[in-house]
């Protein structure tokens, strides 16, 4: 199985969100950014609870587990991720992410992904302290900070997000566990370096990726060249 905690710590990693993807050619997109040098793939499920939109569901999922091996980074944006979890892992999700403001307990969440063998991460919207989330990070495998509010693609970047960015990564040093820090939301070759001197390793990007005229290969090698990886001191 691929393995999320196999990907570097000390290296800025790409993971394009395919909402910004051309769903009615999905799997040359796909093809598309890996052969353009990604290092794992975002995918973006939303109920039309949690957030105000309907996405994809396991059956999309298990459709491009068959022609791809990127490592899938699945973002749950759903009310109850408890129940779907290990769905979404037998559709083929390697990690999942789910949001602290669902309606579970976060230990549950954490249980379930593991027992049903892949990796889990929690994301945090923008109005959650990174103080909640520190009492579950001795347990997880990635921490998700949302830089926009979680719903829709195409959003501008919050930079107002970057102290909490830096607290978390402070916080993962402090604990000395190696846990990814990724960001998402609106992240572009302008702003990528921040996010990075923040304490991110790991960059979602959608629109920049999927949707940019010079080419996916372009924005990918502009992302990873732009931000600079910040060691724990
Ligand atoms: C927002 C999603 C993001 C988003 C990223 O709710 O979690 O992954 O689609 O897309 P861009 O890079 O376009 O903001
Ligand atoms: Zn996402």
Redesign the pocket.
């Known amino acids: 199985m691929n393995d999320i905690r196999k990907l570097a710590l000390d290296k800025i990693l790409v993971a394009p ?1 395919i ?2 993807a051309d769903f009615a050619r999905l799997g040359e997109e796909i093809n598309r950014v890996a052969d353009a040098g990604c290092d794992l793939l ?1 995918l ?1 499920v ?1 109920d039309g609870h949690f ?1 105000p ?1 309907l996405t994809i569901g396991p059956p999309l999922i298990s459709s491009i587990r068959k022609i791809s091996s990127l490592v899938f980074d699945t ?1 749950l ?1 759903i009310s109850d991720p408890l129940k779907y979890a290990e769905i979404f892992i037998k559709a083929g999700a390697d990690h999942i992410t789910f949001h602290l403001e669902s309606d579970n307990d976060p230990g549950a969440v954490i249980d379930a992904v593991r027992a049903a063998g892949a990796t889990v991460g929690i994301s945090l919207k923008p109005k959650t302290p990174a103080e909640k989330l520190f009492p579950w990070l001795d347990k997880i495998d990635l921490v998700l900070i ?1 830089t ?8 501008s970047f919050m930079a107002d997000m970057m102290p909490k960015v830096k607290a978390v990564h402070e916080q993962i040093c402090r604990i000395g566990r190696p846990v990814h820090l990724e960001v ?5 070759g302008r702003n990528v370096a921040e996010a990075a001197a923040a304490g991110a390793n790991m960059m ?6 999927f949707r940019n005229p010079a080419g996916a290969a372009s924005a990918i090698a502009e992302l990873h060249a732009a931000a600079k990886y910040l060691p724990c001191n």
Do not use: K, Y
């Open positions: 969100s909402l910004a975002h973006d939303m957030v939109n973002h944006m949302m926009v509010e979680p719903g829709f693609g195409g959003q998402d939301g609106g992240i572009d979602v990007a959608g629109t920049s990726v």
